[in-house]
C-alpha cells in the first residue's frame, strides 16, 4: 500500500512527466505537420523550386533567430531575476520592442524573396511567414515563463491542425507551386497565435513602461546577437555559399536530405524554449535540484529526439525513397547529404542543453565566444569542400563546424564561476 509521503514524492514527478508529455506532445505534432508538408513539395515541385523555399525557409528561421536574441532568451534570465518566486510579471519593452523588430524583419523578408526570383504574392505571402512565426515564437517563450504550458500546447494543435488543412488543400491540385505552400505556413502562423492573443503576453504594462531595454542590451542581447551571427555562420555557411556562388540547383542535394531531417531540428528548437524558462527560474531560486532535473530531461529528450529522427530517415532512404523523391534527384547524393545532417543534429543534440544553460544563466558572452572560435572553422572547411568535392560534401565543413562549438560550450559551463547562491554542482547537469 502506497503511503501518503510516498505520493507526495510521486506526484511531483508525475506532474513534471505530464508537462514535459504536454510539452512534446505539441511539439512533436507541429514537427509533423511541417515534414508532411515538406514531404509533398519533395515529391511534387520542380527541384529548383523547392531548393529556393528551403532557403527561403533557412532564412526565415536566420531572421527569426536574430529576434530570439534580441528579446526571447534574454526574456526568461530577466523576468525570473525579476520575482523568482511565483508568478512572473511581463516584460513590456521587450514585448513592444518584439513587435516593432517583427515589422522591421517582415519588411526585409520581401526583398529577398523577391531578389530570389518569388513571385511577388509568394513575396508577400513569405513576409507573412516571417511574421506570424516571429510573434509565435515570443508568445511562447513568454507563455513558458508563466508557466501557462496549456496556452503553448493549444498554440501547437491549431498550428498542427492549419498546417495539415494546407497540406492537404496542396495535394488535391493537380498544379501546385510553392505560392500555397508559403499561404499554408501564413495562415498556420496566424491563427496559433490566437491563445497568446491576451494583455499579459503581448501588451505592455503601463506600471512597467519604465524598465529600459538599454541595460538588457548591455547585459545579454548585444552578445546573444552576436552568438546568433556566428552561430549562422558555423551552422548555415554551406547553404548561403553554396546558393549564392553556385546557384539553387546545386543546392538541391543538401535541401532534399535536409528535409529528412527537419523534424529534429523543430523539436530541439522548441525543447529549448521549454528548458530555457525552466532552467532560469531554477537558477534564480538557487534550486540545484531543479536544475539538474530540467537538464536530465532536456538531454535524454534531446538524445531521443535525434535517434527516432535517424531511424526515420534510414527506414525511408533504404526502402521508401522514391515515395519521397521524385527520380530526378540524385539519390547517392541524397544518402550522403543525410549521414551528414546526422552527424551536425548530433552535435546539436549534445551541447543544446548546455547552450540553453548558458542562456538562462544570462552568460551570453561564453555562449557567443565559442560560436565565434567555430565560425571560420566552418567557413573555411565549407570553401576548401566546394573547391575539392560535388556540393553536397560541403556539409562536412558544418560538422567539423558543429563539433568544435560543442567541445567549447561545454568547456564554457565547467569554467562558469558561482554565483548567487549556486555552487559548482548546478552547472553539472
Not at 563539433?403 to 567549447?408: H, I, K
Request: some cysteine; glycine content about 6%; proline content about 5%.
Amino acid at each position: 500500500m502506497i503511503s501518503i509521503s510516498g505520493l507526495r514524492k510521486v506526484m511531483p514527478s508525475v506532474t513534471e512527466a505530464g508537462k514535459y508529455a504536454l510539452a512534446m506532445g505539441g511539439t512533436a505534432g507541429g514537427a509533423a505537420a511541417q515534414f508532411l508538408l515538406s514531404l509533398v513539395l519533395l515529391r511534387r515541385l520542380p527541384a529548383a523550386e523547392f531548393s529556393r523555399f528551403v532557403f527561403l525557409l533557412l532564412v526565415a528561421q536566420f531572421l527569426w533567430s536574430i529576434m530570439n536574441a534580441l528579446f526571447v532568451a534574454p526574456l526568461a534570465h530577466v523576468l525570473a531575476e525579476r520575482k523568482p518566486h511565483g508568478l512572473l510579471p511581463t516584460m513590456p519593452p521587450i514585448s513592444l520592442l518584439n513587435q516593432a523588430g517583427t515589422a522591421i524583419i517582415s519588411g526585409l523578408a520581401l526583398p529577398i524573396a523577391l531578389a530570389l526570383d518569388a513571385s511577388f504574392q509568394a513575396s508577400l505571402l513569405y513576409a507573412g511567414v516571417v511574421a506570424s512565426g516571429s510573434l509565435r515564437q515570443f508568445g511562447r517563450a513568454m507563455a513558458y515563463c508563466h508557466g501557462k504550458q496549456f496556452r503553448v500546447a493549444i498554440s501547437d494543435a491549431i498550428y498542427m491542425t492549419a498546417l495539415v488543412a494546407g497540406t492537404a488543400w496542396i495535394v488535391v491540385n493537380s498544379q501546385p507551386h510553392s505560392d500555397w505552400a508559403y499561404a499554408a505556413y501564413f495562415v498556420s502562423g496566424l491563427v496559433s497565435l490566437i491563445p497568446f492573443a491576451r494583455r499579459t503576453d503581448f501588451w505592455a504594462d503601463p506600471q512597467l513602461a519604465q524598465k529600459s531595454f538599454k541595460s538588457i542590451w548591455r547585459k545579454s542581447s548585444r552578445w546573444s546577437l552576436l552568438g546568433v551571427i556566428a552561430t549562422t555562420a558555423t551552422a548555415n555557411a554551406h547553404s548561403y555559399m553554396v546558393t549564392l556562388f553556385l546557384g539553387p540547383q546545386a543546392f538541391v542535394p543538401i535541401a532534399a536530405s535536409g528535409t529528412l531531417t527537419r523534424p529534429c531540428i523543430v523539436a530541439l528548437n522548441a525543447l529549448s524554449e521549454l528548458e530555457r524558462s525552466r532552467l532560469a527560474i531554477g537558477i534564480a531560486q538557487g534550486s540545484t535540484a531543479a536544475v539538474k532535473s530540467a537538464m536530465w530531461h532536456f538531454r535524454m529528450a534531446s538524445i531521443i529526439v535525434w535517434l527516432f529522427t535517424i531511424i526515420a530517415m534510414c527506414i525511408v532512404l533504404a526502402f521508401f525513397p522514391y515515395v519521397f523523391f521524385n527520380r530526378s534527384y540524385d539519390l547517392n547524393a541524397v544518402v550522403i547529404g543525410s549521414a551528414l545532417w546526422s552527424a551536425i543534429l548530433l552535435a546539436r543534440a549534445l551541447y543544446f542543453p548546455e547552450a540553453i544553460l548558458l542562456q538562462a544563466h544570462g552568460a551570453f558572452s561564453p555562449l557567443a565566444i565559442p560560436m565565434l572560435w567555430a565560425a571560420p572553422v566552418s567557413i573555411g572547411s565549407v570553401s576548401l569542400l566546394l573547391v575539392l568535392a560535388p556540393p553536397v560534401w560541403s556539409l562536412g565543413g558544418i560538422v567539423l563546424g558543429e563539433f568544435v562549438a560543442a567541445a567549447l560550450i561545454f568547456r564554457a559551463v565547467r569554467t562558469l564561476p558561482q554565483t548567487k547562491s549556486s555552487s559548482s554542482k548546478l552547472w553539472a547537469g
